[in-house]
């Protein structure tokens, strides 16, 4: 083989090569642009499932005073998760505050 047939077989190669990586590309774009109908689609889907639902649920009893009271008190809040939750925020703030410039030596013990 001569000089001139090796480059024209490592340009074809080549160009093969990059066909194929951006055919591949163009083809997976093409799918992603696919994705914008996709909550549509699904959204149809329960649309369908809705009014069977519907009849499901008036079959369920209605619900009393002390139904909305319960669900009432929950829309609020716990108050020992809120004290958590604060408690949390407190000390992720505190150790943002806390400057790390020494060492800090634990000792530790296999048992």
Not at 40 to 47: D, F, P, Q, V
Not at 82 to 110: F, P
């Amino acid at each position: 083989m001569t000089l001139s047939e090796i480059f024209t077989k490592a340009i074809m190669n080549t160009i093969l090569g990059m066909g194929v990586v951006f055919s591949v590309l163009i083809f997976i774009s093409f799918i992603i642009s696919l994705f914008k109908y996709l909550p549509g689609l699904l959204e149809g889907r329960k649309t369908k499932k809705h009014p069977a639902a519907a009849d499901d649920s008036a079959s369920i009893r209605p619900a009393d005073a002390t139904d909305r009271k319960v669900s009432e008190d929950t829309s609020e809040g716990d108050p020992v998760m809120v004290a958590v939750i604060t408690a949390a925020v407190h000390a992720l703030m505190r150790e943002e505050t806390v400057t790390t410039d020494a060492y800090v030596v634990r000792s530790i013990r296999r048992i």
